[in-house]
């Protein structure tokens, strides 16, 4: 076990060599540290370590001119939330490393606890995710009334151990100056923050949700202040989903970006191995090679099947017809960079899409070439083949899955561009939305509504050919200007 300094960590960037000791200030006990839960690279660290007998989480902050700032504040968060009896980790050591410029935290271990996105995500009753809602909102009124507001309100912010929701990250918890509870708009504006990260349609969870925040307050809860809180919540999706989207094009946690003057590579960091890291650099390759695997050729795009261990991908090229497309194509954002970053918001948004995997585009310095966009390949038939031989009963239920996600796409004004059943892949009795390229989120209300028109359009054309099909969705979608 290897012994680190400020100097190491900052130069380990997020690959820090495992396990490691520090030597602490003002303690003769070593921390061991053994498993990175967190990484920001030269700047802090989170990790689990053991401290004499006891196991903590440990927080190291090493970048010199924030070091102190970001102890302070997460120390004082921590306190904050004990003084006024809501359950968080209780610090053990607040200082500095023993002859290294290194600010350390450490907590105790909340353990065995899962974060609430890992219990959020388990559970399929409405009821169970009420019941999981319900206690947070009840932590989040407790500290509203104490003048407490956590600023990064998140599930991945709380723990869950025998029934009790431990709140964590205290970095982010400001205290109010006056001392007194939260007033209303502050209240609503740090809700919003939780209630933005749901998928649209948890929003009637939200408002009997929040009758239970608003009894905890011993507010009134009426349509007025309901209708503040959902304006509150589409400005925070609204911005969200802006950051979120900004995000998925540069480095971070999530994912790898390479450029040089002649590509620019995204992948998703755990698929970024040496197998795909050959895919990326030379997709064509695997492409020219498929044969029997290619699932379309074209002037447009090539899409290829291509498994590289135990991965089974899809890989779209899009192609280039003629020079003057070429040199069309150069100044724009590629289409694979637009099914990029589509994937990516129906997930945010909570629509099955292929999980997408890397973007890649040919460049010459800032002029765009040929692009590809991978993800992976999702087996099933295509919802003209399911309504076609499928059973009467799985036909209703798949419909009404289906008329879900159009309803989706209609809250989020999104537009698909070309709902053909063959975009449609029933995958283990789930839809699944494919071929995003031509996807687009309107700011307008009228040119969605005319996109919109088109896409619904677009999708019962698919069932000219079955009436009961026809007659089904007519019944579970409503039709624009019907």
């Not at 500095?96 to 995500?121: C, F, T």
Request: glycine share 4%; proline share 3%; net charge positive.
């Amino acid at each position: 076990m290897h012994s680190l300094d400020e100097r190491l960590l900052r130069k380990a960037g997020r690959n820090i060599e495992l396990p490691f000791s520090l030597s602490l200030e003002a303690s003769d006990d070593v921390l061991f540290c053994e498993t990175l839960l967190r990484v920001v690279p030269g700047a802090r660290a989170v990790a689990i370590g053991t401290w004499g007998q006891k196991q903590v989480i440990a927080k190291l902050y090493y970048r010199p001119l924030q070091m102190e700032r970001h102890l302070k504040r997460e120390a004082e968060g921590t306190r904050a939330l004990r003084q006024r009896g809501i359950a968080t980790a209780q610090p053990l050591y607040v200082g500095k490393a023993k002859n290294a410029r290194i600010g350390v935290l450490l907590l105790e271990r909340i353990h065995p606890a899962s974060h609430l996105q890992e219990v959020w995500d388990a559970l399929e009753s409405w009821n169970e995710k009420k019941e999981l809602l319900c206690k947070l909102v009840s932590v989040v009124a407790k500290m509203h009334e104490a003048g407490l507001r956590q600023r990064d309100l998140h599930l991945n912010n709380f723990l869950l151990k025998n029934h009790t929701v431990y709140s964590v990250d205290s970095a982010k918890v400001e205290k109010n100056r006056s001392g007194h509870p939260l007033e209303i708009a502050e209240s609503l504006d740090n809700l919003a923050v939780l209630f933005s990260q749901f998928s649209f349609h948890h929003d009637a969870l939200i408002r009997d949700v929040f009758q239970d925040y608003a009894r905890i307050r011993r507010w009134q809860c009426n349509a007025n202040m309901l209708n503040r809180l959902h304006a509150a919540i589409q400005r925070r999706r609204s911005r969200g989903i802006r950051r979120y989207l900004r995000k998925i094009f540069r480095e971070s946690t999530e994912i790898i970006c390479r450029k040089s003057f002649g590509s620019y590579i995204l992948c998703k960091r755990p698929y970024h191995t040496e197998a795909i890291k050959t895919l990326l650099d030379n997709p064509d390759q695997f492409l020219d090679k498929q044969g029997p695997m290619l699932l379309k050729t074209g002037n447009t795009c090539t899409v290829g099947r291509v498994r590289i261990g135990d991965h089974d991908l899809v890989v779209k090229r899009y192609n280039m017809k003629d020079i003057w497309h070429r040199l069309q194509r150069c100044f724009r954002t590629t289409r694979a960079a637009r099914s990029w970053r589509n994937a990516h918001l129906l997930l945010f948004l909570g629509i099955s899409t292929p999980y997408p995997i890397a973007v890649v585009e040919k460049r010459f310095g800032s002029l765009r070439g040929r692009a590809y966009f991978i993800s992976k390949y999702v087996q099933g038939p295509h919802a003209g083949h399911f309504f076609r031989d499928g059973a009467p009963y799985e036909k209703r239920a798949m419909a009404q899955r289906i008329a879900e996600i159009l309803k989706k796409l209609k809250l989020a004004r999104i537009s698909h561009g070309d709902m053909k059943a063959t975009n449609l892949i029933i995958h283990q009795k789930e839809p699944v939305l494919a071929d995003l390229d031509a996807m687009r989120v309107h700011t307008n209300q009228w040119r969605f509504a005319k996109a919109h028109r088109k896409d619904i359009d677009r999708f019962f054309r698919n069932w000219r050919a079955l009436p009961d099909v026809n007659n089904l969705f007519e019944e579970l979608v409503h039709r624009p200007g019907s």
